[in-house]
């Protein structure tokens, strides 16, 4: 496999994670146990990537401070509740295992916590192919490019040698702010045509789409 890029930086939820319907639930009943509106599907899949204090700021920017936490320990408790419903997309493990093999350095930007990734990657057992990750309660939320500026850092690479993968426009404008190519993958939380505004490297329809754009391009 020839490399165009040394790195590959995943989103987690809605990119190798299929997630992101059992966290729009999640927020929805958080809102509801609070006693606010419920938010559309449309709003709640616009915060996904997002960290999670903004984004319950985000959907309910006339709330108290103590009315944010409320829905964030709400949220909390629904969306641990279901957890363990959530698989990776088809292709997933076997093809970071061969990007691993070939010579990439392999990353994940997410706007997951610390805690809650680390769970993911020991319980998917893939904590053992990423050389760094990085979490929206240790470096600014999306579209910030501290993450990705903190994993290129870490790896001695500028940035133009990187490329980020994520399913939400904050994912492409986190990779745009700093300055690195970025694709699209439209099986997540943001509609393909918001996507393909940002006029990503590639737009791929599944995980199998796109571990073949990176055997052809990557």
């Given at each position: 496999?020839?490399?165009?890029?040394?790195?590959?930086v995943f989103d987690w939820d809605g990119t190798l994670a299929n997630s992101t319907a059992l966290i729009v639930h999640a927020i929805q009943h958080a809102f509801a146990d609070v006693?606010?509106?419920?938010?559309?599907?449309?709003?709640?899949?616009?915060?996904?990537?997002?960290?999670?204090?903004?984004?319950?700021?985000?959907?309910?920017?006339?709330?108290?401070?103590?009315?944010?936490?409320?829905?964030?320990?709400?949220?909390?408790?629904?969306?641990?509740?279901?957890?363990?419903?959530?698989?990776?997309?088809?292709?997933?493990?076997?093809?970071?295992?061969?990007?691993?093999?070939?010579?990439?350095?392999?990353?994940?930007?997410?706007?997951?916590?610390?805690?809650?990734?680390?769970?993911?990657?020991?319980?998917?057992?893939?904590?053992?192919?990423?050389?760094?990750?990085?979490?929206?309660?240790?470096?600014?939320?999306?579209?910030?490019?501290?993450?990705?500026?903190?994993?290129?850092?870490?790896?001695?690479?500028?940035?133009?040698?990187?490329?980020?993968?994520?399913?939400?426009?904050?994912?492409?404008?986190?990779?745009?702010?700093?300055?690195?190519?970025?694709?699209?993958?439209?099986?997540?939380?943001?509609?393909?045509?918001?996507?393909?505004?940002?006029?990503?490297?590639?737009?791929?329809?599944?995980?199998?789409?796109?571990?073949?754009?990176?055997?052809?391009h990557g």
């Amino acid at each position: 496999m020839s490399k165009r890029f040394d790195v590959l930086v995943f989103d987690w939820d809605g990119t190798l994670a299929n997630s992101t319907a059992l966290i729009v639930h999640a927020i929805q009943h958080a809102f509801a146990d609070v006693g606010l509106p419920q938010p559309s599907n449309q709003d709640a899949n616009f915060v996904i990537g997002y960290g999670l204090h903004d984004a319950m700021r985000h959907l309910a920017p006339d709330a108290q401070l103590e009315q944010v936490h409320g829905i964030v320990e709400a949220y909390k408790h629904h969306y641990l509740a279901r957890e363990s419903e959530i698989v990776l997309f088809d292709g997933v493990v076997e093809a970071l295992t061969r990007y691993k093999q070939a010579g990439y350095f392999l990353a994940v930007a997410t706007g997951k916590s610390r805690k809650g990734l680390d769970r993911a990657l020991q319980q998917t057992g893939l904590d053992v192919l990423f050389d760094i990750t990085r979490c929206a309660d240790e470096c600014q939320s999306k579209p910030h490019p501290q993450m990705l500026l903190e994993i290129i850092d870490y790896l001695g690479l500028p940035a133009r040698q990187g490329v980020m993968i994520g399913d939400t426009t904050h994912d492409l404008n986190m990779a745009g702010n700093a300055q690195m190519a970025g694709v699209g993958v439209s099986y997540g939380a943001h509609p393909r045509h918001e996507l393909a505004i940002l006029e990503p490297l590639a737009l791929c329809d599944s995980f199998l789409e796109f571990d073949a754009w990176v055997g052809a391009h990557g």
